[in-house]
């Protein structure tokens, strides 16, 4: 969903800060969520393809090789992010500098202070072993990172309607695997990172984050209208 928002913004209301409060309620909304099904719908006018479901990777934490006892320690310090606008804003009104970079590079940029903290999910900062760099984790859940499965439209149009609804359900059943499996990651991974001697793991609420999250509706609440019913959609699950 990351590059698909630089070219459609009201996807970005998939980023919306503390939308969902973990992995569990992530994948329930989007398996569920009629504004999120509706946006797929906008996919080919807007990017020239056709959306049949999502899944996701883990909510987001920062992973930080310096010690974070408040907000204001993240302040002026490089925070790897994926490069898209929503959590570039967000960054920026945490008066961070968000750094761009692919992530092979992560690992070494951390090590040699190119960036002073990532944000990541939990399971790749287990499996790709960023805890080994870090002073503190801060959980937070700060934000979805929904994927898309997508077909392109030249290939929808060479499909009749019987292969469409195969591979709709095929597509669908395995992005639902993915959102299962990503519902265990706190359960997992979480234990996994309490244990590591010498890293401090701060489970904090929006609260940490100050009034943030309102100013980065005044951004983007124009921007991705879709916010308002999403809230309302993940707030009743």
Partial sequence: VAEISNRAPEFSALFTPFLVKDNAQAAKLLKTSPTAM???DTLPSKVGVVGVGYGMAGVRQ??????????ADLKGRKIRVTPFAATKDFNT????APT???LPDVYDALSNGQVDAIE???ELTIKLKY???AKTVV????????????VSGRTWKGLDSADRKMVSELMKKHLDVVLDATEEVERTFLPMLKEKEGLEVREVGPEFYGDAVAEWDKIW????????????EAAAL
Avoid at 62 to 71: D, F, L, M
Avoid at 93 to 96: E, F, Q, S
Avoid at 139 to 150: E, K, T
């Fill in 93 to 96: 009104i945490l008066g961070t």
């Fill in 38 to 40: 509706a946006l797929l």
């Fill in 139 to 150: 959980v937070s859940n700060q934000m979805m990172f929904p994927m898309v499965g997508i």
């Fill in 100 to 102: 761009p970079m692919p």
């Fill in 221 to 232: 609440l124009p921007k991705a209208p879709g916010i308002p019913a999403l809230r309302a």
């Fill in 120 to 122: 990541m999910d939990l």
């Fill in 131 to 133: 805890w080994e760099l």
């Fill in 62 to 71: 920062i992973v930080s090789a310096k010690p974070i006892k408040s907000i």
